[in-house]
């Protein structure tokens, strides 16, 4: 079997109907974007690995896609996340003292993906706020992100709040869990109570007290009660006490009723400093959004900047909503007369679709419900209902 067509697994192509439903939404979301007050800028697909991982946690090494420059002999990395881009570009090249809010909308590539169902293709959005370290940018952040799924029509997402800052603070406290911190996050986003447990009787194991405190991290889930229960139950240590002020804070700030709170669902150990969130919607089996503060990254690229952001999958979001319904077309004939192409070009210029046939055509379109055609009747081109 001749199979050269085939494509690559979990990659995809993109029909027009599809295609035009993720491009409509992708203006809109820009759009929207904009009216916030966040400037829009784009970055290449390739980099030298060096500059496109800086600062990045190992799980970007290793879905980022690796290759040799042929003119400079140096290893470059197709980018597998916008967001250090962002970052680089505020902090290295516009170079600004203030807070800065830049967005972004391009394709990123995945070595795997993510789950079954995942593209190793996305369409990544975001947006950044870079330069303020208040909880008034994470607000504005998950504002915005609420925002960005009522405009693609979700109104029904659910928020899960975590703070990053708050279990470094734990795992900070106590040498033998900084040695392994990545085992610890595992095991509290599987909630592993014996898993946890077991950190105590390994040689050089954690202390007793933060064992306890992990274990309470793991059940510490819920409603907004879990930032009382967290008071009770976690070490008075003074990064523990802010991540709760400031988890607080934002809820007051947030008129969303289907939220809930996993102090244990961690983001990147390492990356993330302080609050994380994701949005979820129903009959969805991922989160839609993911978003969060990751403080300072950018001295990767020579100056520390405090940063919050949230990005999604463009395509992902665009296959929750409905089929694009086909769009109104006028049908006009073929030729070369004058005021024919003058009344095509005065319709397309007002906005309309002209579907102009070629001699002898006779083409489907699936996209275009063609109800009109443009007809010359007693020398004028007129639009009138097609038969």
């Given at each position: 079997m001749n199979g050269h067509w085939l494509l690559p697994e979990h990659l995809a192509d993109v029909l027009p109907a599809e295609a035009r439903r993720v491009e409509e939404l992708r203006r809109s979301l820009l759009d929207l974007f904009r009216t916030y007050g966040f400037e829009t800028v784009s970055a290449p697909m390739v980099e030298y690995l060096d500059s496109l991982l800086a600062g990045a946690g190992e799980d970007l090494r290793l879905r980022t896609f690796k290759l040799v420059d042929q003119l400079s002999g140096r290893t470059l990395g197709l980018r597998a996340d916008m967001t250090p881009q962002a970052t680089r570009i505020d902090a290295h090249l516009l170079n600004r003292q203030g807070v800065t809010r830049l967005c972004y909308c391009g394709p990123v590539l995945h070595t795997r993906p993510n789950g079954l169902l995942a593209s190793r293709e996305l369409l990544q959005i975001g947006a950044e706020i870079y330069g303020y370290s208040g909880f008034q940018a994470d607000l504005e952040i998950i504002r915005l992100a609420i925002a960005t799924l009522s405009k693609a029509g979700i109104t029904n997402s659910h928020l899960v709040l975590c703070h990053d800052g708050?279990?470094?603070?734990?795992?900070?406290?106590?040498?033998?869990?900084?040695?392994?911190?990545?085992?610890?996050?595992?095991?509290?986003?599987?909630?592993?109570?014996?898993?946890?447990?077991?950190?105590?009787?390994?040689?050089?194991?954690?202390?007793?007290?933060t064992v306890e405190a992990l274990h309470w991290l793991a059940r510490l889930n819920g409603g907004v009660e879990v930032l009382e229960s967290a008071r009770e139950h976690l070490p008075p240590?003074?990064?523990?006490?802010?991540?709760?002020?400031?988890?607080?804070a934002l809820l007051a700030g947030l008129d969303m009723t289907s939220l809930s709170i996993d102090l244990a669902d961690a983001g990147q150990y390492g990356y993330h400093s302080g609050v994380t969130f994701m949005f979820y919607a129903p009959n969805w089996h991922d989160a839609l959004v993911r978003g969060g503060r990751y403080d300072n990254i950018s001295m990767a690229y020579g100056r520390a900047r405090a940063a919050t952001g949230f990005s999604l999958d463009l395509r992902r979001l665009a296959a929750l909503l409905e089929p694009a319904a086909p769009v109104r077309a006028v049908l006009a004939p073929a030729g070369y007369d004058a005021e024919l192409n003058k009344s095509i070009d005065k319709l397309r210029d007002s906005g309309e679709i002209v579907v102009q046939l070629l001699p002898h055509e006779c083409a489907e379109h699936a996209e275009f419900e063609i109800d009109r055609e443009l007809a010359n009747v007693g020398g004028r081109w007129i639009v009138r209902p097609l038969n």
């Open positions: 708050l279990i470094q603070a734990i795992i900070n406290s106590d040498s033998a869990a900084v040695a392994r911190a990545d085992e610890i996050i595992s095991l509290l986003r599987d909630k592993d109570l014996p898993g946890i447990s077991g950190l105590a009787d390994i040689e050089g194991g954690l202390l007793g007290q240590l003074p990064e523990v006490t802010q991540a709760l002020q400031t988890l607080e």
